[in-house]
């Protein structure tokens, strides 16, 4: 019950301020705290790995925000369509980009038909991408399963 507490402030403060909680503070930390919560929520069980963990720290805070949202988006994505039993998620960061993939074991779906046929959530991945100067890739097919590629550079 307080993971769901805790989620319902979080939410609030989002709608309130714009920027989650924690982002430009604990960037790691902060992702890692909304997969827990999406795992203790849902019930998939959810992996998480990080490469570069001080150069994701020192993103920019709208690089930052940018990534929480489209990981925020992906795992209720997972939640709501998958019907996975476990998603992985791993964040990464370089000198030049930084990079989500989130996965999971689920029922995947045609890509072409999906991004056609007016999924919001699916085109805001790639728009959001595109906003910030990178690239998001999308590649599922049922009963394969999903995996979106969100990649920014850091400047």
């Given amino acids: 019950m307080e993971s769901l507490d805790q989620a319902v402030r979080e939410m609030r403060l989002l709608v309130q301020f714009g920027t989650p909680p924690g982002v430009a503070e604990d960037f790691v930390g902060t ?8 795992e203790d929520l849902s019930q998939i069980a959810m992996v998480f790995g990080v490469q570069g963990n001080e150069r994701l720290e020192s993103l920019p805070t709208e690089k930052k925000v940018a990534l929480y949202r489209v990981l925020q988006e992906a795992l209720s994505n997972v939640v709501r369509h998958s019907k996975a039993a476990e998603a992985v998620v791993r964040v990464e960061a370089d000198r030049s980009k930084a990079r989500l993939v989130v996965r999971d074991n689920g029922v995947g ?9 007016g999924h919001f959530g699916l085109q805001g991945f790639k728009a959001r991408a595109e906003a910030e100067g990178g690239a998001c890739d999308i590649q599922s097919k049922p009963g394969a399963g999903t995996t979106i590629a969100f990649e920014i550079p850091y400047e």
């Fill in 31 to 38: 992702l890692e705290r909304l997969i827990k919560t999406t």
């Fill in 109 to 117: 779906f045609d890509t072409a038909q999906s991004i056609q046929g």
